[in-house]
């Protein structure tokens, strides 16, 4: 199965797409779709488009999109929302069902602490992801929720699998 991780951003939208075999994760291909235009709705538009492609491309049948977390900018927050809309509509119209994951949980799936920073996310990634060439932080992070869902979705095939076989 291959699970698409997006880490919603206005500026970079870090995306990422594994494929599960089991126990086995491997890396497909991972990116940073950077926004263009110089109003809000160009670069959401510009931003849908592009990960319009990666999921025509890559063809994922699941997807996880970081939560948005409420700073102390207040309209900062608002405009991640809507780029987090934008991570979330792409998916759905192609008609995967789409996981969301606290930012601390994705961090404590990979790294195995809630608080982990940048660089040992990525070094974790790296290490389940052996030879991958991240494209930069954010696509490590949406590598990392990719990680996050696709451990969720085995964890919820274990115990659907447990409980038909109690039934």
Same mark, same amino acid.
């Given at each position: 199965?291959?699970?698409?991780?997006?880490? +919603? *951003?206005l500026r970079n939208l870090g995306w990422g797409v594994i494929e599960v075999s089991g126990p086995r994760l491997n890396h497909v291909a991972n990116g940073i779709i950077r926004s263009e235009g110089e109003d809000l709705a160009a670069r959401l538009l510009s931003l849908y @488009?592009?990960? =319009?492609? $990666?999921?025509? &491309? %890559?063809? +994922? @049948?699941?997807? /996880? $999109? @970081?939560q948005t977390f409420v700073n102390k900018d207040g309209a900062g927050t608002l405009k991640l929302g809507q780029a987090r809309g934008?991570?979330?509509l792409v998916p759905a119209q192609a008609g995967l069902t789409v996981g969301e994951y606290a930012p601390n949980a994705v961090k404590k799936a990979v790294?195995? &602490?809630? %608080?982990?920073?940048?660089a040992q996310i990525a070094h974790m990634v790296r290490f389940q992801l052996p *030879?991958? /060439?991240l494209a930069g932080p954010d696509a490590a992070d949406a590598l990392a929720i990719a990680i996050c869902h696709a451990h969720h979705l085995q964890s919820a095939g =274990?115990? /659907? /699998?447990a409980l038909k076989g109690a039934a």
């Amino acid at each position: 199965m291959r699970v698409l991780g997006i880490d +919603p *951003g206005l500026r970079n939208l870090g995306w990422g797409v594994i494929e599960v075999s089991g126990p086995r994760l491997n890396h497909v291909a991972n990116g940073i779709i950077r926004s263009e235009g110089e109003d809000l709705a160009a670069r959401l538009l510009s931003l849908y @488009e592009a990960l =319009r492609a $990666v999921v025509a &491309v %890559h063809a +994922p @049948e699941a997807a /996880a $999109v @970081e939560q948005t977390f409420v700073n102390k900018d207040g309209a900062g927050t608002l405009k991640l929302g809507q780029a987090r809309g934008i991570a979330m509509l792409v998916p759905a119209q192609a008609g995967l069902t789409v996981g969301e994951y606290a930012p601390n949980a994705v961090k404590k799936a990979v790294v195995g &602490v809630g %608080h982990a920073d940048k660089a040992q996310i990525a070094h974790m990634v790296r290490f389940q992801l052996p *030879g991958v /060439a991240l494209a930069g932080p954010d696509a490590a992070d949406a590598l990392a929720i990719a990680i996050c869902h696709a451990h969720h979705l085995q964890s919820a095939g =274990r115990l /659907a /699998a447990a409980l038909k076989g109690a039934a």
